[in-house]
């Protein structure tokens, strides 16, 4: 896809969904939160708001983060103690994200979700209306999944999907997920010099599906797959999604400028499957 192109849905969308995997805001070394690359995104998203956009934040890391710390706690702490891990990372992450934002002078609203606020249509209803009211008052809505709560039948387990339904309940424009790899490849780059990425995804056809399985995005909970699943959750309802690496600083500028990434295509009769009620957004 043409530079232009992706500059430009970034640019004329009215709502955005942000998804950043685990790899992008936890060091891999030391499990710290990468809090200089986080305070460019946010600058990228504070640049999206001077041009009237909205932006949903949906970040992964709690465990991630809280697990290095939970060593540091009880060096016998197992990394599947995930719950735990989750409970204290999940603070330092949101502090990390509130400090920034309030440096900028704008609040943050923490929404932590399981499946059962996505397949329950009360407490759907209730997320939208909060979303819609932190919006209004020109808050961050900042979300993850609540993983010290979620139960083997409540887990989500990636918020590659939890990303793509957030986009659905606030019928976002684009959904972005940022990534550890450029986006989605004809096979795995590490072992295939010939892999070539697919610029523009219109049909999630089964050579797609095929080419997620080679996906070098081991780091993330689902890799490819999970978003392969969210690209179709996205374009089903009118969606666009991107994926790209993030790692970089000021990783929605690098996509502004055409940077290596996956755009997928919302199907022609996605929209009107997005939900009324979700329109009625209003802008910030
Ligand atoms: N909710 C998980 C966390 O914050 C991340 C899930 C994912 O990697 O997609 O650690």
Known sequence: MAATTSAGQLLTARRLVVKIGSALISDAETGEIRCHWLETLIEDVIRFFARGQQVIIVTSGAAAVGSSH?????????????????????????????????????????ILLTGEDIDNEHRRLNVRSTLQQLI????????????????????IGDNDRLAAWVAQMVAADVLILLSNVDGLFTEDPNNNSSARLI??????????????????????????VTKLMAARIAMETGCSM?????NQPYPLTAIENGGPSTWFVPFANGTESRSTCANDMPPI
């Open 199 to 224: 610029t523009q995804v219109r049909r999630l056809t089964p050579e797609i599906e095929v080419m997620a399985g080679h996906s070098p995005a081991r780091n993330s909970s689902g890799g490819m």
């Open 242 to 246: 991107v994926i790209a690496r993030g």
């Open 70 to 110: 939970l060593s540091k706690l009880d060096k016998s702490a197992g990394m599947e103690d995930r719950r735990t891990a989750a409970a204290i990372g999940q603070v330092r992450l949101i502090l990390a994200y509130e400090q920034i934002l309030r440096r900028h002078g704008f609040e943050l609203g923490q």
């Open 136 to 155: 209004k008052l020109g808050a961050v809505p900042v979300i993850n999944e609540n993983d010290t709560t979620a139960t083997a039948e409540t887990c």
